[in-house]
Each structure stands twice: as C-alpha cells, then as structure tokens.
C-alpha cells in the first residue's frame, strides 16, 4: 500500500484522478459504439426488409419508366418500361395519380382496374380515364405520392389515331392493325398511299425502315417484313422493334405495335382439330357452360380475346384449365374493334387449329342428331372440291332467342332457360380453315373473305344451327346495350342504322326496359337444346347442371328453408287471427 501511495503522490489522490479519466473514455466509446451500430443496424435492417419484401430487386423497381400511354374515352392505358430481370409489380403495388396542370399540389389517387400483360409480354397498367385539366402518373405505393419519385407518362397517344398492334405471319408478313385510317369495311384501299415504317424511336428518321405495304383494308395492313426484323434483336437487353404506318402526304401514325413472330407450326398435322375464337367483356358468369358445353361437342382449343373485364374472368379461365380445358386468355384493350380482334386470332389459331369457329359467349352450336362439330365439319368437307374451290369455310344459321318470360337471370344457364325464339334465321356466323383466309384478312360480322381457290359451304339449319341469345333477362341485355364490341355495328344508344338488323326491334336507342320486356321475341317455342342439355349435363343425384356454381347451390338451399320458415310462421300467424275470429 505504502508503495502505491509513494508512485501515486499524497494519499493516492493521482492514482484516482487518472481512474476516473480512463472510466469516463471508455464509457464515452461504449455509448458512441452502441449508438453507431443501432443506426447501422436499423439502416441495413431497413434495407434487408425492402429486399425482402419486393423480392430482393429495390434498385430494379425504382428503374422501372413509363414507356407510353393510351388515352381511351374510359380508361388510359400505361405501359411500363422495365429492365431485364426486375420483379414485376402487382395491382397492389401501385396508384394511379391525377394531377392538376395548374396547381400541382391537387392531386388524387385511386387504384389501377387491372395490371394486365399482352401477348408481347409488356405490362399495362388500366387507369380511369384522365379528368379534363389533368395529368395522370403512377405512385408505387411503398412510396409517398407527390414525393418526386412518381413515374410521369411520357408521350401519350390519341387512340383514333394510332397503330395498335401487330403480328408477323407465317409467311413473314407483318399484319398491323391501325386505327384511325377510316377505311370502308368489306373494301380493299388502294396499297400505292401507304408505307410501312420499322424503327426503335421514330423521332429519328435516319434510323427507320421502310416497307412496302401487300394490303390494306379496314383497320389492317399487311407489311412486306425487313430482314433486319425477321432476324429478331441481338441481345436479350435489345428494345424491341416498332412498327407504324405513313400515310403519303399526310405523315406517319404514332404506335405502340411491336411486331412478334410466333412459333412455326407443325407441317404434317395440328394438335387440335376445332377451334373457337371469342372475343368478350366480363362473361365470368357465363364462361363456364360456354365452355363446357362446348367441349362435350367436340371443341378443343377456346382463345378468348377479354375486351376490358373488370370481372372474375382469370380465375374462371384459371379454374377451366384445372379441369382440363384448354382455354387461353389474351388481353386485348382496344375497344370496337372484334375483326382486329378475330384477324390476330386466325393468325394465332393457324399453327394449332385445323378449324376455327367465330362466334360469341351468348351463341352455341345445335347439331340436333347428336353428332359433333368435328364430324359436322368433316362430312362438310370429305367431298371431292367443288368446280368454284376447296371447301374453306362453313357457314351456320343463327336463330335469335328472347326472355322466354323470364324476369330474372336464370341459374341453370341459358341452354336450360331460354326456350323462345324468333321463327326466322338471322345472319350465319363461319367456321374457317384459317389457311384458306384472303390477305386482306377482311371480316364483317364473324364472316371472313375467302382467297383464290377457296369457296365455301352452308349447312343446312336442319342439320346444325347456332342459338343466339340475344335478348335475355333485362338486367342482362342492358349490360350489352352499353357497349359494342364490333367496329362497323353502331352502338344501341347512336341515332344511326336504327333500322339494323344488329339493333333490338322496338327497342329504339334508349336503354329503358319496355313493359313486355319478357315476353318479346317468342315467336317459336323451341326446347330441342333444352333437352339434349338436360339429359347430358344434368347430374342425376342432385338434379343440377355440372356448371351451376356451388355458391349457387347453398343459395338455393337457404332460399327455400328461408320460405319455409317464412310459410310456417304467416301460416301459424293466421291460424291466431283466426282463432281470434
């Protein structure tokens, strides 16, 4: 101790003061230390979670651009722009942002309708359609909106002036489907006023290609494909090519159309012998007997071409392929235009299907013997060729069916329900060889332009027909009544073509439900579907059709213990009043 005292001066008062000091130095380095690795922690832990949660690819989120954007009556149309490799976002991802161009400070966001991917593999993103004095971005919605990191539209385009899409054929043609040229349907235009123009960005001319144009007609013209195209990008990182179409003396069309070369088909034989082409919006409910129906005859390959649902339509499709159908969603945006829609499709069907039938979710095939659409269309076809062609198309009779008294939509589906129909055939509705198709690619109303060669062959109404119901429950047809799909039929509400055939008679151009609704349109009682549906889709123990949803069914069951019950208690309520009597 003595010796401690002596090197530490009086009464060890150094020694101490030394002590303190380095007590003091580390407890400062500790809480230094401590509060350098929470931060640290807390920093890098943000960062983990952020990967975590958006699968590991933060950086390739924040590059994600908008490449270009449609402005539709309702709806604008946003495609994203993404690097290679980066995650795609969701529906819940994002919020469309509107903006006001004088104070940027008014803004309101709301949820996109759908995220939706085309056949090209691009994403689209459905907004509503942009309000008068506004702008319109994207929010991701782990950011703050209005924060500067919103993805703003670039150019975006008119959509009666603009070149929309396109497919390269399989004899290397380009097919680009146009709007905005205002070509009489059914006719050919003369090919010497317009050109065909490839190119990643059309701001510069130096860069284009140009192409002669094979065809033109309606909305669709045919393009002599360059070599540089066919051969496809270099790299997988490569943006891919676009293609427009320049109107001599007049410029060149916007476009959002990359072209696409599909898989080559097989040359000896195709995997599917019939086909069927659609083109729908919101038919979740009807698909399944639409589909099923259908198989049970000898359809094998459904393409459904969805105009816009904003229904359960994916899940449905989703639920079909689990039963073992092979039915195909394509995302198709652009509104009126069912012959663009159909002309891609026989392009796309022509690797796959020997056959292929045009028709609606509300129209089935009656064939009365029992026989399928196959053997329809081979008995059609196993003759020696005509002096006029090889047979490369058949045309089936349509008859028009009504309410049938009807007042609500029926459970059991409309083979089951409707039984009341006009006594005259309407229009035919086509089955084609999509070899046999003209250039031009010309359709009105599901009937195709045969080429050179080719002619075609209508069976005969005993034989098979085509129920449409046209005009069902109010509640149901009212929904049609909004909107068209077709490109040359006028909308029910247009003061034109009132007279048409296409147009309820009667029903004018209001979409107000007349008094005799119901009981319209019944001219013949035709049940001769009816039955062949009851007897072979009817499950024999619980007396349903196989497509009536299961939701359904408990709904009943509660229904009718509901009105039990309901009857017992007014019955026990009289027999009171009664008694009281």
Request: glycine share 6%.
């Amino acid at each position: 101790m003595k010796n401690r005292r002596k090197r530490g001066g009086v009464n060890g008062g150094d020694v101490v003061l030394v002590s303190w000091r380095r007590f003091f130095r580390f407890v400062a380095l500790l809480v230094f230390s401590f509060v350098l690795f929470s931060a640290l922690f807390i920093f890098l832990g943000k960062k983990i979670n952020q990967k975590a949660v958006l699968g590991g690819s933060v950086p390739a989120v924040k590059v994600v651009t908008i490449h270009e954007a449609v402005e539709f009556p309702d709806q604008t149309l946003i495609f994203l722009n993404y690097p290679p490799s980066s995650r795609l976002l969701t529906k819940e991802d994002l919020f469309c942002v509107f903006s006001d161009v004088n104070d940027s400070s008014k803004l309101f966001k709301e949820l996109p309708f759908a995220v939706e991917t085309d056949d090209n593999g691009r994403q689209i993103v459905r907004c509503s359609a942009v309000p008068r004095g506004n702008t319109v971005s994207l929010a991701v919605s782990r950011w703050t909106v209005g924060n500067n990191k919103d993805l703003l539209v670039g150019t975006t385009h008119r959509w009666d002036w603009l070149v929309y899409d396109a497919v390269i054929d399989d004899d290397n043609s380009t097919v680009v489907f146009v709007k905005g040229l205002n070509l009489r349907p059914g006719k050919v235009a003369d090919v010497s006023r317009y050109e065909c123009v490839y190119g990643w960005d059309f701001t510069k001319p130096k860069l284009l290609l140009r192409a002669h144009v094979i065809s033109a007609a309606q909305e669709i013209v045919r393009c002599k494909t360059p070599l540089t195209v066919l051969e496809g990008p270099r790299t997988a990182q490569s943006q891919p090519v676009k293609v427009s179409v320049r109107i001599k003396g007049s410029g060149m069309l916007p476009s959002v159309a990359q072209p696409i070369k599909r898989p080559g088909r097989v040359k000896d034989s195709k995997p599917f012998e019939t086909c069927v082409c659609t083109m729908t919006r919101n038919a979740a409910n009807v698909l399944r007997e639409w589909v099923m129906y259908h198989g049970k005859i000898g359809v094998q390959r459904w393409f459904i071409y969805d105009n816009n649902s904003d229904d359960d339509i994916v899940s449905e499709i989703k639920n079909l392929e689990n039963r073992g159908y092979n039915v195909s969603r394509h995302f198709w945006p652009w509104i009126k235009t069912q012959e663009a829609g159909f002309a891609n499709c026989a392009i796309q069907a022509k690797r796959d299907c020997d056959w292929v039938a045009f028709i609606d979710v509300d129209e089935f095939f009656y064939i009365p013997s029992g026989q399928t659409l196959t053997d329809v269309i081979r008995n059609h076809t196993k003759a020696p060729s005509s002096s006029t062609g090889e047979i490369g198309e058949i045309r089936t009779p349509c008859y028009s069916f009504g309410p049938s008294g009807l007042r609500d939509p029926p459970r059991e589906g409309v083979t089951a329900a409707y039984t009341c129909r006009m006594v005259l055939p309407e229009r035919h509705k086509s089955i084609i060889r999509p070899e046999s198709l003209n250039a031009t690619l010309i359709n009105v109303v599901h009937h195709f332009h045969l080429r050179d060669g080719f002619t075609f062959a209508d069976v005969d109404k005993g034989t098979m027909v085509i129920n449409h119901y046209k005009y069902q429950v109010w509640d149901v047809f009212k929904e049609k009544f909004k909107r068209r799909v077709a490109t040359y039929v006028a909308d029910w509400q247009n003061e034109e073509n009132v007279g048409s055939k296409d147009r309820a008679p009667g029903l004018g151009t209001r979409p107000v439900e007349p008094s005799d609704w119901a009981e319209r349109f019944c001219e013949v009682r035709d049940t001769g579907l009816q039955g062949w549906v009851l007897e072979n889709f009817r499950d024999r123990k619980t007396q349903r059709l196989v497509w009536e949803r299961e939701g359904r069914r408990v709904e009943d069951e509660v229904i009718v213990q509901m009105g039990s019950w309901v009857d017992k208690r007014v019955g026990r309520k009289r027999k009171k009043q009664l008694k009281a009597q």
